[in-house]
């Protein structure tokens, strides 16, 4: 799960300059600068939800390494990020903040919906924790908050602990992880 934190105020800039076709060419800019990093990653994107976007990796066909592509597209993407921001600063526009989660676990993948409208997507509980822990990245202060599961299958890569959360649903504590670097 990858969103921008902060999007109220940014909404806000925008709606005081009477400019709202402004914030929808910023989301679509970022989102469209995001999703090249996911797809050329060998991400699936799921779906948008406003600012969000939720991906996966590994269905559906088998992606060797998911884990280690899934990190490296949040590098990319917090790379990316600062470019566009210093765009945006030349520009006297507001800076982007985003908060992104990965795990790593068993879901349920597939067309899902009503009869009306279904689309492909993912559930279960490793997908719940992604996206419980892209929300602790704003209580973290770090943009990168990565699972215990996710870690342990990147060999070869460096990792600062973040200690220990608890998450709504959860009874027991998540041991959380960044990059290093």
């Not at 076709?21 to 970022?30: A, I, K």
Request: overall charge neutral; aromatic content about 6%; glycine content about 10%.
């Amino acid at each position: 799960f990858m969103d921008i934190i902060g999007f109220t105020p940014i909404s806000e800039f925008y709606k005081n300059k009477d400019d709202p076709e402004g914030l929808v060419e910023l989301v679509n800019e970022f989102l469209d600068e995001m999703t090249t990093i996911l797809l050329n990653n060998g991400g699936m994107i799921d779906k948008f939800m406003g600012d969000c976007i939720m991906a996966f990796w590994n269905a559906p066909l088998d992606t060797p390494g998911h884990e280690k592509l899934a990190v490296k597209t949040a590098s990319q993407m917090q790379k990316e990020l600062k470019k566009l921001n210093r765009e945006l600063k030349k520009e006297k526009l507001p800076q982007i903040n985003i908060g992104i989660g990965i795990n790593t676990g068993e879901a349920l993948v597939g067309n899902m919906g009503s009869d009306q409208r279904f689309d492909y997507s993912v559930i279960g509980d490793a997908v719940n924790l992604a996206s419980r822990l892209e929300s602790s990245s704003k209580e973290l202060k770090k943009t990168l908050v990565i699972g215990e599961k996710t870690k342990k299958k990147c060999k070869g890569m460096r990792f600062t602990s973040l200690g220990t959360i608890n998450v709504k649903g959860k009874t027991e504590d998540i041991k959380v992880f960044t990059i290093s670097g």
